[in-house]
């Protein structure tokens, strides 16, 4: 064996470059596998954490309805709902009462422990649209004005990092405040935004008193989740959207787990409501958690792609070692019969060059595992790479067994030679 080994070592060092070169396809190859898994796994990591952001135990209710629903204000936040068919938006259709938007009632409803066990939270929204914000002759574009009470901020996972949050009083009291976001509070009062807490801000010619900054959630592929504001939606309805219906009804799940079943819970209170069933509702229930979910298989489709495209380097890396190894063989025809001359068995040989393919195949992973570790650690097209442990003993793995794969042939062949035509070998 230790004969084999220094042989094989003498072997690569006798042609330095051509060993160098045979290990860059190796390292090359494992090298991809390593920062395309992980760049794959990033990517992944990436939207899970942005649709995280929104909450993956929450739901959305919309209406599908194209007819507009009566006064949707009301007391949600303590006080009585609003009652009649204008509080309810509700149309008669001759034989029965039907809902034909969704109402602050409707919401209302879905808080009852009794028919939605599994359901947290709940909170009615009304969006205003085409909203200016100015500001000391500063102006913004609201892309988000949302009107909704305080419970909307436990289900779409927002924090204050400055000030106060909007509260159930100031829903009852149609108080003019709001939260503004970090994009809005920087565009209006420059710096970090900061000073415009306590300020009084006109949206569509209307003042509202800042009384907090909501943290900032970054953006979510195109859109900016940080261009919004938040404000009570009785406030919200005396002033910009009028007293029509929801814009929405968002919901929380008491858990990830029992996410299915709130929405199974949310469908079956509203049908009943709208006097609809599955086939002919006029809204619908969106989950996050199925964005969830179609995301991750379709990153994950993405990251084997990948890993494809990068084995297919790690083979090809593999064919260059068996090319150079059938020259090696060639080229050392005499030294093979010499040795099998004076007794080198069959087995010595085949060690002898698959040793050197397996010793240049690992050399070439050990240098690719640490190039695509450290690869990983840059940004690629946009995307910080999460290096995958698996990836990296895969890829080391089948360097090494690359090396034995295509060495083989070689070694075998060299093995087979007769000593007396390699000894007459010229």
Do not use: C, W
């Amino acid at each position: 064996m230790r004969e084999t080994v220094t042989f094989a070592l003498r072997g690569i060092n006798a042609n330095k470059l051509r060993s160098a070169l045979t290990t860059l396809g190796i390292l090359i190859g494992v090298a991809a596998v390593i920062i395309l898994v992980a760049v794959g796994t990033g990517s992944s990591k990436a939207v899970q954490d942005s649709i995280s952001r929104l909450g993956s135990n929450t739901l959305t209710v919309t209406s599908t309805s194209s007819t507009g629903g009566g006064r949707g204000g009301g007391g949600f936040a303590g006080g009585p709902v609003g009652g009649g068919a204008a509080a309810s938006g509700t149309v008669s259709s001759g034989t029965k009462t039907r809902a034909n938007a969704l109402t602050v009632a409707d919401a209302q409803s879905l808080t009852d422990k009794a028919t939605a066990p599994d359901v947290l939270g709940v909170a009615p929204v009304v969006s205003a649209q085409s909203v200016v914000a100015t500001y000391q002759g500063a102006s913004h574009t609201v892309s988000t004005f949302t009107g909704t009470t305080s419970a909307y901020l436990l289900i779409d996972n927002d924090q204050v990092s400055l000030g106060t949050t909007i509260t159930d009083a100031d829903y009852t009291a149609h108080r003019r405040v709001a939260l503004l976001s970090v994009t809005v509070a920087k565009d209006l009062a420059g710096g970090d935004g900061k000073s415009i807490v306590g300020q009084t801000v006109e949206f569509n010619g209307s003042s509202f008193k800042v009384v907090g900054l909501l943290a900032a959630k970054g953006s979510a592929g195109p859109q900016d989740q940080d261009d919004r504001v938040i404000a009570p939606m009785t406030a919200v309805q005396d002033t910009l959207s009028g007293y029509g219906s929801l814009s929405s009804i968002s919901v929380k799940a008491t858990s990830a787990a029992t996410t299915a079943t709130a929405q199974t819970e949310v469908e079956t209170i509203l049908d009943g409501r709208h006097h609809v069933s599955s086939t002919d509702r006029d809204y619908s229930v969106f989950s996050a958690s199925s964005i969830l979910s179609a995301a991750s298989s379709s990153s994950s489709t993405f990251t084997v792609l990948l890993a494809a495209v990068a084995a297919i380097s790690l083979l090809v890396g593999g064919i260059g070692v068996m090319n150079i190894m059938l020259v090696t063989v060639t080229e050392r025809t005499r030294e093979i019969g010499i040795r099998k001359a004076i007794g080198a068995g069959k087995l010595d040989i085949v060690g002898q060059f698959l040793l050197e393919a397996v010793v240049l195949s690992v050399f070439g992973g050990l240098v690719g595992v640490a190039v695509g570790l450290i690869g990983s650690q840059f940004k690629i097209v946009g995307v910080q790479p999460v290096v995958a442990p698996y990836s990296v003993v895969l890829a080391f793995g089948v360097a090494v067994i690359t090396g034995l794969f295509f060495g083989l042939y070689p070694a075998n062949r060299a093995a087979s030679l007769r000593p007396i035509d390699a000894l007459r070998y010229d």
